[in-house]
């Protein structure tokens, strides 16, 4: 419940940024770009700091406070003071705080699976599903009370809601959930920048969530302007591809059991160059739904594989790797938007799923590299 209303909370305000500042301030878009590169290297950087404290044994406890008290802040000064100053000054600090809580919340919860013997894999599964979840709940509601109440209203809804996760986080109090530090790992640096392995890992993360991150941003565009689909196609997209990536997710450890890890992952690559191929060809509203349900299926057990990939690499430092798997999403996702716009201006919508498709090809290189020239570090399944 705390991973889930504190992910509905950040998913609330994530989208809405940029509608905010463009529709709610009325500035121009490239304004988006200032706010959204700034918060990014803060919660960059945040998220390296706080996962270097966890390593250290350090209890998770107070970090999530941190970012719970930055969300309250922000909010409470977009409340007050609706303006382009307050958001790159308030928003930026106080939402890039809070956008750490995930990454603090996996790592928490590796903590307790340890002490609690429970599998890593089966573990990340289910956390995963939550945080989709809250993001099938978080943008909707953002842009309905947006729609009903107005923008400022949003804000103050997030407020109230942010009250909620604070009584969550107050209730549950683990504070005495701490991974166990290795100081011999953390000594001789093995599980710094001498980790070939991990960097293999995180390209490969980078690769193909830049492919989805890129599908994503195109789809609502490409389906209204180029594919002549009704306004509420997106929409209906978007609900079909997260029910069946929330199904996908529970299967992963399944996967693993029975394929290994790697090999799991490469059949999920391929099935993500499958399907946005298959996406780039949608020419009425049954085809979109078909797509969409492959799209959810391929990110459903890539979400869920990803991570515990990484984390396979960590080298006794596992909230290292998980903040390098949610920093190396927030970059592809940031990274995606100018690409879009370029690459759409220049050839169209459905150029930039083409190029999609071809990124998710060569996230599957990088994996066969990966399984060629490192080891995993793990017992995970080979």
């Known amino acids: 419940m705390l991973l889930f209303v504190g992910t509905v909370c950040n998913s609330m305000i994530a989208p809405f940024m940029g509608f905010f500042i463009v529709d709610g301030l009325k500035q121009p878009p490239w304004t988006i770009s200032l706010y959204a590169g700034a918060l990014s290297c803060l919660a960059i950087t945040v998220n390296r700091q706080f996962a270097r404290r966890i390593d250290r044994g350090e209890s998770a406890f107070a970090l999530i406070g941190i970012a719970l008290g930055g969300y309250l802040l922000a909010n409470l000064a977009l409340s007050t003071v609706p303006s382009l100053w307050a958001a790159l000054t308030f928003g930026v600090v106080g939402f890039g705080l809070s956008t750490s809580a995930v990454s603090t919340m996996f790592s928490l919860g590796a903590a307790l699976a340890e002490r609690h013997q429970i599998e890593r894999n089966r573990l990340n599964a289910f956390m995963r599903a939550t945080t989709s979840t809250a993001w099938m709940v978080g943008p909707a509601v953002s842009f309905l009370v947006a729609d009903q109440m107005g923008k400022i209203a949003v804000f103050r809804f997030c407020l109230l809601l942010g009250l909620v996760w604070l009584a969550l986080w107050l209730w549950v109090k683990p504070q005495n959930a701490t991974a166990k530090p290795k100081e011999n790992v ?197």
């Open 186 to 382: 953390l000594e001789n640096h093995q599980g710094g920048s001498a980790n070939p392995g991990l960097w293999l890992a995180a390209t490969f993360v980078f690769c193909l969530s830049s492919a989805h991150s890129l599908t994503f941003s195109t789809l609502p565009l490409f389906y209204i302007k180029e594919v002549g689909l009704p306004g509420y196609a997106p929409g209906t997209a978007f609900t079909v591809k997260t029910f069946v990536e929330v199904l996908a997710i529970f299967s992963t450890p399944l996967l693993i059991a029975r394929f290994g890890i790697r090999k799991s992952l490469m059949a999920t690559t391929l099935l993500a160059v499958v399907a946005i191929q298959v996406l780039a060809s949608v020419q009425t509203f049954p085809q979109m739904l078909v797509g969409a349900a492959m799209e959810g299926l391929y990110y459903g057990l890539y979400a869920s594989m990803g991570i515990s990939f990484v984390q396979s690499y960590a080298g006794g430092r596992p909230a290292r790797a998980t903040a390098i798997y949610w920093n190396t999403l927030m970059i592809s996702g940031v990274l995606a938007g100018p690409a879009v716009g370029l690459i759409a201006q220049a050839y169209g919508f459905r150029t930039v799923l083409q190029v999609a498709s071809s990124v998710a090809l060569f996230a599957a290189v990088v994996l066969l590299l990966g399984t060629r020239q490192s080891r995993i570090l793990t017992s995970s399944p080979p």
